[in-house]
């Protein structure tokens, strides 16, 4: 199936479809999703550092199911301008409560992390800043300049929010410019009551004619009542924005005050999806029951 052939349809036109599901209801996780939590050395010496460098990572504050795997290689999304968000998704464990003061340092300690972590991949994200006139583009400019001062070779992807302004994000020289439209537009309402999926597909689309030859990146969270036709109408508006890269992983409930599980797709179904990106187009495509945006994104290159 490529992209060709399936005709981008309305906003209006999926968020009227027809929920049919492709996957088990249940709240109850199936075998492929129960995780082990491996403990390690290398895992204390991540947890060491971050603490000394009083650094935030999005692995710990969105409860995301790879963070002992992800310490014990080593590695680690870096969240940057506070730990807290001025939106209120209902899908994300990130806590919503007035913003935290700008830190100008944190560009300098997120680099002193990147060298004594010894990555060549660096992967940065943020809570959202509706209380910033910019959204907290310009900050975000600085953190990847000073990262880029000390580390020159160091490939940087940055995964941001739905700023308005990217012509200084992107002159600062991230080698993946990434922005996660996280569901279908029909679920929106529900999902990202605070979000718009036409202005996210817009933020990937500025990426592309701003910088040309930037890699853009986005992903999907599935198991949230959408529709496989939804998600694959989904993948075509990404392509045809321009997107290169793109990630699908399972919705996991991190609280009963957040959105609950409609189902929970299984490994063939993301095989499909996978295979289903892969002949849209899309350069990379990761797509499995735990995987994150930032999950191995590495393996992907700069």
């Known amino acids: 199936m490529g992209c060709r052939n399936l005709r981008r349809r309305t906003v209006r036109e999926r968020m009227t479809s027809s929920a049919t599901t492709y996957a088990v ?3 109850r996780k199936p075998p492929w999703l129960r995780v082990r939590h491996p403990r390690c050395a290398q895992t204390r010496e991540v947890w060491r550092l971050l603490q000394e460098l009083d650094l935030n990572t999005v692995c710990q504050y ?17 969240i940057l301008m506070g ?3 001025t939106r209120r998704c209902r899908f994300c464990n990130v806590a919503q409560a ?3 003061p700008l830190d100008p340092t944190e560009g300098e300690r997120i680099a002193e992390a990147a060298r004594r972590m010894k990555l060549r991949y660096l992967v940065l994200t943020s809570v959202t800043r509706d209380d910033l006139p910019d959204g907290g583009a310009e900050h975000w400019a600085a953190v990847i300049r000073a990262v880029r001062a000390r ?6 992807e940055a ?9 200084d994000v992107l002159a600062a020289g991230p080698s993946v410019l990434a922005h996660n439209i996280e569901t279908v537009p029909r ?6 009551p605070q979000a718009d999926y036409e202005r996210s597909l817009n933020v990937l689309a500025r990426a592309k004619r701003i910088r040309p030859d930037v890699v853009t990146k986005s992903a999907i969270l599935v198991g949230l009542g959408e529709t496989e036709d939804e998600v694959l109408g989904a993948l075509v508006d990404l392509r045809q924005v321009g997107c290169d890269r793109v990630v699908l992983g399972q919705y996991l409930r991190p609280t009963r005050e957040h959105v609950p599980v409609a189902e929970f797709v299984t490994p063939e179904q993301f095989d499909r999806f996978a295979e289903q990106a892969r002949q849209m187009g899309f350069s990379w495509a990761l797509a499995a029951p735990l995987a994150r945006s930032s999950y191995h994104a590495a393996e992907a290159g700069p």
């Open 159 to 167: 995964l941001i929010p739905d700023l308005s302004d990217l012509s």
């Open 98 to 100: 007035s913003p935290q």
């Open 187 to 192: 679920l929106y309402p529900m999902v990202r």
């Open 83 to 85: 730990s807290v968000c």
């Open 25 to 27: 209801s249940s709240e």
């Open 151 to 156: 580390l020159a070779e160091l490939a940087v």
């Open 62 to 78: 969105a409860a995301c199911p790879n963070v002992a795997e992800c310490f014990a290689r080593g590695t680690a999304t870096f």
